[in-house]
Nanobody, 116 residues
Framework: QVQLVESGGGLVQPGGSLRLSCAAS????????MSWYRQVPGKERELVAD????????KYADSVKGRFTISRDNAKNMVYLQMNSLKPEDTAVYYC?????????WGQGTQVTVSS
């Protein structure tokens, strides 16, 4: 079955960096659009970044442009989110998402807390 397993979250000070990883299995990864979303309590889940299946073209939310970088390794079935210059408002649960053959799949999420 499809599995998306996120890792790399944690507590970091403002201005710091974290790298999130998502290990994917159970579908043809190289043909899937991969995305990172985030959600805070009481708010809708929002798209942070996504990356196309072929060519790896990234797109970013305005709030993270220039600070976050999404990448994928099709040989390892992995997608990453490098987060630099973190701000307290980046605090959220971050979710990995895959779109494969018009079906959407979610990971369990990983908590990122930016606080001094």
């Amino acid at each position: 079955q499809v599995q998306l397993v996120e890792s790399g979250g944690g507590l970091v000070q403002p201005g710091g960096s974290l790298r999130l990883s998502c290990a994917a299995s159970g579908f043809t990864f190289k043909l899937a659009r991969m995305s990172w979303y985030r959600q805070v309590p009481g708010k809708e889940r929002e798209l942070v970044a996504d990356i196309s299946p072929i060519g790896g073209v990234p797109k970013y939310a305005d709030s993270v442009k220039g600070r976050f970088t999404i990448s994928r390794d099709n040989a390892k079935n992995m997608v990453y989110l490098q987060m630099n210059s973190l701000k307290p408002e980046d605090t959220a649960v971050y979710y990995c998402n895959a779109i494969s053959r018009l079906n959407g799949y979610w990971g369990q999420g990983t908590q990122v807390t930016v606080s001094s």
